[in-house]
């Protein structure tokens, strides 16, 4: 996704906003995501990658049978999990960005491939992959093969046990999570001490919901032991 913005529309932007474009044009992840024919969603899915291959890839073992992602929309991270998991092939192209880009008055550089459809998934190659995918966000999440997306509220006091029984298959009864990833932030409103407090109870109910579903190491509630636990990120 490159962003060129008009000189009529230069003109228009106020300063946080020529400062937000001068950012993402210096972004290494934003350059990554221009660069790469995988077209992610999302800047962060290349954080993720990094992370994967810093820490062994935690993503890909064949154990992990059960992720969830919050805080998913657009659903860069669920991509990556999606693919470490063989949901779907690594160059397989997925929305137009230029639909969304359009509202904010920019140009988007097309990345070549064949023409990409923002409402469907009929352009995915598709495989047979392994595990559950749950994706959860306020906002919708466009299809992505392998994930069950959830449009809710995760600090509803009902979230947990709706994404726990969404993770209960016959090879997961008891519905634990293998991974946990998290990039969730609370919308700001420029008073600090409502900021903060809304930034630590998300981070108290992903605790809570890490402490409650995350595997454990040599889990009774498994059928085969495993000597790792589970992963929060």
């Not at 660069?35 to 062994?56: C, I, M, T």
């Not at 949901?87 to 070549?112: F, K």
């Amino acid at each position: 996704m490159s962003f060129r913005a008009s000189p009529i529309l230069r003109k228009n932007l106020s300063s946080a906003s020529r400062s937000w474009l001068s950012r993402q044009s210096r972004d290494p992840y934003v350059k990554l995501r221009n660069a790469s024919p995988n077209v992610y969603r999302s800047r962060s899915a290349f954080k993720l990658l990094e992370l994967n291959a810093a820490w062994g890839s935690f993503l890909s073992r064949k154990d992990v049978r059960a992720v969830v992602d919050l805080g998913a929309a657009p659903g860069g991270w669920s991509q990556v999990v999606s693919e470490k998991l063989g949901w779907i092939d690594s160059a397989t192209p997925d929305w137009d960005d230029s639909d969304v880009a359009s509202e904010y008055g920019l140009q988007l550089g097309r990345v070549p491939g064949p023409e990409r459809n923002l409402d469907a998934s009929s352009s995915w190659r598709t495989k047979q992959g392994r595990g559950v995918i749950v994706s959860v966000d306020l906002l919708p999440i466009t299809p992505i093969p392998g994930v069950h997306a959830m449009q809710m509220d995760f600090l509803d006091p009902q979230a947990g046990a709706a994404i726990k029984a969404v993770l209960s298959t016959p090879e997961n009864p008891s519905g634990v999570v293998d991974i946990i990833l998290s990039d969730m932030a609370a919308n700001f409103s420029g008073y600090k001490t409502r900021d903060v407090e809304s930034s630590l109870d998300i981070c108290h109910s992903i605790f809570n919901f890490a402490k409650d579903n995350l595997r454990v190491r040599d889990s009774p509630q498994e059928a085969t032991k495993r000597h790792r636990g589970g992963t929060l990120l």
